[in-house]
């Protein structure tokens, strides 16, 4: 994250430590959540056991995300997603392999 005069003014409540650690923790929590999401019983049901492959996806776009807010992003999410080609075309790709299990398997 930037400081400096670009940076919201909440930010200078919380120091750089804290921000991170809540974040790796969102993120953590965020993978765990949507791995147990694809085993839920009514999902194996619909999809069988397809959707689980779809966890090292979310890992990567998890991973690139924290990257480019990490390293110059002001940190706003979509000027993120919207700025990194290669992240919007690995949310693109996960878009539509979900799509395919949830609509063609």
């Not at 930037?2 to 993120?27: A, H, I, T, W």
């Not at 480019?68 to 979509?78: I, K, R, T």
């Amino acid at each position: 994250m930037k400081s400096g005069k670009k940076s919201r003014p909440v930010l200078q409540y919380y120091n750089q430590q804290f921000l991170d650690k809540n974040m790796y923790m969102c993120l953590s929590l965020t993978v765990v959540f949507y791995a147990l999401w694809t085993v839920d019983p009514s999902n194996v049901l619909k999809t069988g056991n397809l959707l689980i492959w779809t966890v090292p996806m979310i890992i990567l776009i998890l991973m690139k995300y924290s990257m480019n807010v990490e390293s110059d992003s002001f940190g706003d999410p979509v000027d993120v997603v919207l700025e990194d080609k290669i992240l919007l075309g690995i949310i693109l790709l996960y878009g539509m392999i979900v799509m395919g299990i949830v609509y063609l398997g």
